[in-house]
């Protein structure tokens, strides 16, 4: 039998990045997906707790932050008989950047005193990232004592009051205790091998209160699982960035670092500096196949070695397979500045944002048919480099898979805002910008006249051209990310936006990847029918920058729906069952989670419930609160801005009741209604978008 992925929906998960813990919801680490991973190498795979030789019956647990995790078992054959359980048993593990401490807490109620064998086997197996997602198996190694060596990983357990006892594959660790009692044991991990160490910088945290209390526990969850993401370079420790997600991505990932940076940025300009400087330190700069390397493009993704994927792509430690991403550095770039980004520090990244521009308006597109497009071309990478990049992730309406090379629709927008929105920051600069609005002009004639369809669900972008220049005409959640960018019109953003919040596409908990009508439509399929959040969040974001604000608050309350049924940490994604099928939604069992970009989610609901819009260049505020308000009274106090903060109220109704800004700011609107669309013919979008 092949390998299987290992499913995650039913785990517990706690991390302080480098560092994920994973385990049963009765708390015990038993190996397979379970473990402590540390760097992409798994340093302890099994983590079982006994009393009396008996292990807890779970009844219950919790994960009251990113970092920590609460489990109660009972032990029934330990208690005083009768039907209410005497003795029980109580798991608290906190995980931090180097290691993990639990504390066992032994419950006695009946006031017997009875004297008991707490006992934790712990074994290690090192298992690399890639092997544990494949759905391999190992054997436990054998721990020398309490300190045990992998590669350059080092982990040291420590357990005050135990006895220890190498056992074979195990070692255990024995407390003889009399309940009630508590007994405390930890790891400790040190890598000289670490690419990456946990980021010093934290989320600023607002107060926000809401009359929907479900947008606060999202957005208050949202943002310590943000904070557990945030790593740096080692040799760079003040430039914090998000590592993708937790198990599989904790990691740095060009696309996912810069959407979750962008998403996030009402929050932080500092966690956007962090990932530009560290993604411009790590900019193309050879031509290089095996790598997907040029000069110019950003970078994909960077791991401890190799990685393996089931579907059989080797892919290096250090992979440029991403078509989008150097697009999307200059369009935070961008964002960044907007948002008060230094000037002298935007200056500081120019030379990085000219060269992507290079690779933007030349090599990204190889065959010079005038549209951005990829193809692996070293036969052991991605076959698909957009952000739906499994296999079978571009597909026509009757379900046929498209041939490569893949010309998708929202990186033509990406590539259209990121040159439009490099000539505005060039000029504001006072640095030449000869030929970007020309070049965007071009894009947007050829994008209407070559991919534009009709077909029985309406007429729309298709999601890419094929190796034959033929038009993917399936109806996906993609044609989303073009509203905002400019590259489509006001009345063609208004055409898309009616498809998106269709019930074909937004299922009442998000939107679908791909319409139910399509062809190659399936609600568990990773990209042809699941729903994102981060790729909701984005087009929710399209939507109020068109100027389409009650669709976007429509979307918005989708997610909300979503949220409780994940605790509300919502996964990386989820199943595409609408509202017609099921009560709540269904799992899509191998998700990710956190994830940072479905994390940074929560904040682009925040502004779109606000309407929101700044622009610290300029020193002005757009305010637009869609009416009536999707989450009742809104108040935000302490939002940062240019070094103060902003605070606003809105009611119920969607009106403005309080408002205070940093000096020197004014408001370019304060009232409901349809804000500025796309650009027409000239590329200049929205001011403050």
């Not at 979503?562 to 919502?570: E, H, I, K, V």
């Amino acid at each position: 039998m092949a390998d299987l992925q290992p499913l995650l929906h039913d785990l517990a998960i706690a991390l302080h990045a480098p560092t994920v813990v994973l385990s049963g919801q009765d708390g015990q680490i038993r190996g397979g997906t379970q473990g402590l991973l540390h760097g992409d190498l798994r340093l302890l795979s099994e983590a079982v707790v006994t009393v009396d030789d008996h292990e807890p019956e779970a009844i219950g647990s919790d994960e009251p932050g990113a970092d920590r995790a609460r489990f109660t078992g009972l032990l029934r054959p330990l208690g005083s008989p009768g039907p209410d359980p005497t003795v029980w048993l109580r798991r608290e593990r906190h995980v931090t950047a180097s290691g993990m401490t639990e504390e066992l807490s032994l419950v006695s109620t009946d006031g017997v005193r009875r004297p008991c064998v707490v006992e934790v086997a712990l074994a290690a197996d090192f298992a690399p990232i890639d092997e544990i997602k494949s759905g391999g198996r190992r054997s436990p190694s054998v721990p020398v004592g309490t300190r045990w060596a992998a590669d350059s990983a080092v982990s040291e357990v420590t357990a005050e009051g135990a006895e220890v006892v190498a056992d074979g594959p195990r070692l255990r660790l024995r407390w003889t205790v009399e309940a009630p009692a508590t007994v405390r044991w930890s790891l400790r991990v040190s890598d000289e091998r670490a690419l990456f160490v946990p980021a010093g910088t934290r989320l600023p945290r607002p107060a926000v209160h809401a009359d929907d209390r479900r947008f606060t526990a999202l957005l208050d969850r949202a943002l310590d699982d943000l904070d557990g993401l945030l790593l740096a370079e080692r040799d760079h420790p003040g430039d914090a960035f998000t590592g993708a997600g937790a198990p599989w991505f904790l990691t740095l990932f060009g696309r996912d670092s810069l959407w979750a940076a962008r998403l996030a940025l009402p929050l932080s300009v500092d966690v956007a500096r962090g990932t530009l400087r560290t993604l411009a330190r790590a900019q193309g700069t050879r031509h290089d196949p095996a790598t997907g390397e040029a000069p110019g493009k950003i970078l994909h993704e960077r791991r401890r070695d190799t990685f393996e994927t089931i579907g059989g792509a080797s892919l290096p430690a250090e992979y440029y397979g991403t078509v989008d991403a150097t697009a999307l550095w200059v369009c935070l770039l961008h964002d960044a500045w907007r948002w008060g980004l230094p000037e002298d520090e935007v200056r500081d990244l120019l030379p990085t944002l000219r060269f992507a521009l290079s690779w933007i308006t030349g090599a990204a597109d190889p065959d010079g048919d005038g549209f951005a497009e990829y193809r692996d071309e070293s036969g052991h990478g991605l076959a698909n480099q957009g952000w739906k990049d499994s296999g079978d992730a571009v597909r026509f309406r009757d379900g046929t898979q498209a041939n490569p090379p893949i010309a998708l629709a929202e990186v033509q927008a990406y590539q259209h805002e990121a040159v439009v929105r490099a000539a505005s920051l060039l000029t504001a600069l006072g640095e030449p910008s000869d030929g970007l609005v020309p070049w965007a002009a071009a894009l947007r004639k050829r994008f209407r006249d070559r991919f534009w369809v009709s077909t029985p669900d309406g007429r729309y972008p298709a999601l890419a051209l094929d190796g034959d220049k033929r038009p993917v005409d399936a109806l996906t959640s993609n044609i989303g990310h073009l509203l905002g960018t400019g590259l489509v019109s006001a009345s063609e953003s208004s055409s898309i936006g009616a498809l998106l919040v269709d019930p074909a596409l937004a299922s009442g908990f998000g939107l679908r990847t791909m319409s139910s009508s399509a062809g190659g439509y399936s609600p568990l399929s990773y990209h042809c029918g699941s729903v994102w959040p981060h790729d909701t969040a984005i087009v929710i974001r399209g939507l109020q920058r068109s100027g389409q604000a009650s669709r976007a608050a429509s979307l918005a309350v989708q997610l909300l729906a979503a949220a409780p049924a994940f605790d509300y940490r919502l996964p990386e994604l989820f199943s595409g069952y609408g509202v017609e099928e099921t009560s709540s939604p269904l799992p899509y069992p191998a998700s990710c989670r956190p994830q940072a970009w479905s994390a940074a989610a929560a904040v682009s609901l925040l502004m779109a419930f606000l309407g929101l819009a700044v622009d610290v260049p300029a020193r002005t505020v757009t305010l637009a609160p869609p009416r009536p308000s999707p989450v009742g009274a809104l108040r935000v106090q302490g939002l940062p801005l240019a070094g103060g903060t902003l605070d606003v109220a809105i009611d119920a109704s969607g009106e403005v009741t309080e408002l205070r800004l940093p000096p020197g700011f004014s408001v370019l609107a304060e009232q409901p209604g349809e804000q500025e669309g796309d650009a027409e013919e000239t590329g200049v979008l929205p001011h403050g978008a």
